[in-house]
Each structure stands twice: as structure tokens, then as C-alpha cells.
């Protein structure tokens, strides 16, 4: 089945430097890749998502870049502040199991002042 | 438009109580889930529906029972709480068939439970 590996578990970034989080994944059939941030206390929201047949996608100051040979895809946070600091999760779904999202083990990102 | 709903938000069970963590969505999505989430730690699927009346086991289902009797509802229960099932429980639901490349999950606001 599938399996998404998350890289680093933690990530600190000085305020206004960028931050980049990885994930790979094992099933080339898996063609969405949504990105959910997690603040403290709250609950997994959408903040982008990326389809197979994308290569990248921008909303602000966040990007998502998909490399499809080499089964991976990164959120990238550009200008990083304060409130950018929460736990971010990555996922794939394959096209058979729509319903099924295969999660990532999370990201926690603080941005240090 | 209330999105996902869960009941209670807290709870404090003895070791050996039962409970049922209610969940309610208003977006007609055919999947909902039940996940757990230990501190500092990632989403772990309990159960999972695709539909009114069917239920599957996800990655973690021991000692948790699921029911979707209605379609907007999705109910976890646990038959004998132990102390290792002390957790945040979210509930999350996707996928209206009328709007198929919309695969978004949202999630409730999460319960957390305590079993001493």
C-alpha cells in the first residue's frame, strides 16, 4: 500500500527566512497531494494541494512542488512569520481510494522571533 | 453551514467505562473518519466509512467500534476505556459526489479524552 515519509519532524527558522518541508511517497498511482497545517489546540485545516498532472502550484506565500519520477513533493513558506508556527501534515490519495487519505507523520515548524 | 461537528469536547472516563464520540457533517460527504492523535504525534485512522451503513477498519481499531446509521452521522464508541486510549479523537469527512474533484477532508474540532 501506500506509504508518505515527512521531513524534518521539526524545523526552526529565524522570522522572514523561508522553510521547506518534504515528503515522499510510494505509490506512482497516487495523483493528490494535499498539505493541512495543524495550529496548537486546533483542528488539520487545507492550506494547499497539488494534483499529479501539476508540476507547482503558488497561493501567497506559500508554494507546493510536485517531482513526479521521483515521487515527492515540498511545501515551501516563503517570508515566514509568527504565525506560520503550527504542525504541518502532508498526504496522498490514490485515484481507487478516493476516500482514504495516507498521512504523513507531521511537521512542527517554529519560527523563532 | 456548521462543517464537521463533534460531542463531547472533553470527557473524563474511569478505566473500564464506555462512552460514544458523536460525529456530525452538514456538507453531504459520502467518507467520514475517526482519527486519534497523541501529543506531539501525527493522524492515526481508528475506523472509516464510504457510505450509509458500511464501516472499515483503519490503522489503529482495537478496543473502538464504529456506526454511520445516517449518512451525516458517524459515531466512535468505546466498550472499555483504558488509559491507553487517553487522546485527542477527530473526526473528519470528504467527498460529495456531486462535486467528485473535490476531495478536501475537514475535520471537527477534535474531543480529548482521558482515561484515568
Known amino acids: 500500500g501506500e506509504n508518505v515519509e515527512q521531513h524534518p519532524s521539526t524545523l526552526s527558522v529565524q522570522e522572514g527566512d523561508s522553510a521547506v518541508i518534504k515528503c515522499t511517497y510510494s505509490?506512482?498511482?497516487?495523483?493528490?497531494f494535499p498539505w493541512y497545517k495543524q495550529e496548537l489546540g486546533k483542528r488539520p485545516q487545507l492550506i494547499i494541494d497539488?494534483?499529479?498532472n501539476v508540476g507547482e502550484k503558488k497561493d501567497q506565500r506559500i508554494a507546493v512542488t510536485l517531482n513526479k519520477t521521483a515521487k515527492h513533493f515540498s511545501l515551501h513558506i516563503t517570508e515566514t512569520q509568527p504565525e506560520d508556527s503550527a504542525v504541518y501534515f502532508c498526504?496522498?490519495?490514490?485515484?481507487?481510494?478516493?476516500?482514504?487519505?495516507?498521512w504523513g507523520a507531521g511537521t512542527k515548524l517554529i519560527i523563532k522571533p | 453551514n456548521a462543517g464537521v461537528t463533534q460531542t463531547p469536547k472533553f470527557r473524563v472516563l474511569k478505566t473500564g467505562q464506555s462512552m460514544t464520540l458523536l460525529c456530525a457533517q452538514d456538507?453531504?460527504?459520502?467518507?467520514m473518519y475517526w482519527y486519534r492523535q497523541d501529543p506531539g504525534m501525527g493522524l492515526r485512522l481508528i475506523h472509516y466509512?464510504?457510505?450509509?451503513?458500511?464501516?472499515a477498519k483503519g490503522e489503529v481499531p482495537d478496543g473502538y467500534n464504529v456506526s454511520r446509521l445516517k449518512k451525516q452521522n458517524f459515531l466512535l464508541g468505546l466498550e472499555s476505556a483504558a488509559p491507553s486510549q487517553t487522546s485527542v479523537y477527530f473526526c473528519?469527512?470528504?467527498?460529495?459526489?456531486?462535486?467528485?474533484?473535490?476531495?478536501?477532508?475537514?475535520f471537527g474540532q477534535g474531543t480529548r479524552l482521558t482515561v484515568v
Open positions: 456538507m453531504n460527504h459520502e467518507y
Open positions: 466509512s464510504v457510505g450509509e451503513g458500511t464501516t
Open positions: 473528519a469527512s470528504s467527498f460529495d459526489a456531486a462535486y467528485p474533484m473535490n476531495t478536501e477532508a475537514f
Open positions: 497539488i494534483r499529479s
Open positions: 505509490d506512482s498511482a497516487s495523483n493528490y
Open positions: 498526504a496522498a490519495i490514490k485515484p481507487e481510494s478516493n476516500y482514504q487519505l495516507i
